[in-house]
């Protein structure tokens, strides 16, 4: 096997509608693609695709149940976390501060969670091994 890289995150939802409308409108991911049942969003790196989680049978569980968390990088957390409070995002996790950078942890109207982390490195886009104690748990 030769994995090139992650190519998407992809989230089984209740109402893609719904979903779309807050990372598309709320979070401001852009759409890249869009079908009848799957869009994916993003610009570079892995997308994230949502789908509806049945067309026939109920969505269940959260994050916690299911241990999903999504983790976006911020430039300024305490920034975004007002804006969303704004636009009436439920604030999981207020901003917490450790050595590599602060965090805040949001959910999605399915109850996903999103970790939206500001990093302190000085490549703003770097990626670390383990934001240790930046999960919701």
Do not use: C
Not at 50 to 76: K, M, W, Y
Not at 115 to 130: A, V, W, Y
């Amino acid at each position: 096997m030769n994995i090139k890289k992650v190519g998407n995150v992809i989230l089984a939802v209740k109402d893609l509608d719904k979903s779309i409308q807050f990372y598309n409108e709320i979070i401001g991911l852009p759409i890249k693609n869009q079908r009848r049942s799957w869009v994916d969003l993003g610009t570079g790196g892995a997308l994230l695709s949502l789908h509806p989680a049945s067309l026939t049978a109920q969505h269940s569980g959260s994050s916690i149940e299911n241990g999903i968390t999504i983790g976006f990088l911020v430039g300024d957390v305490a920034s975004a976390v007002e804006e969303l409070k704004e636009k009436g995002v439920t604030i999981y996790r207020d901003i917490i501060e450790k050595d590599s950078g602060r965090n805040a942890i949001i959910s999605d109207p399915d109850d996903y969670l999103i970790s939206l982390f500001e990093p302190i490195f000085d490549d703003k886009e770097q990626q670390t091994s383990g934001y240790h104690g930046f999960t919701p748990a």
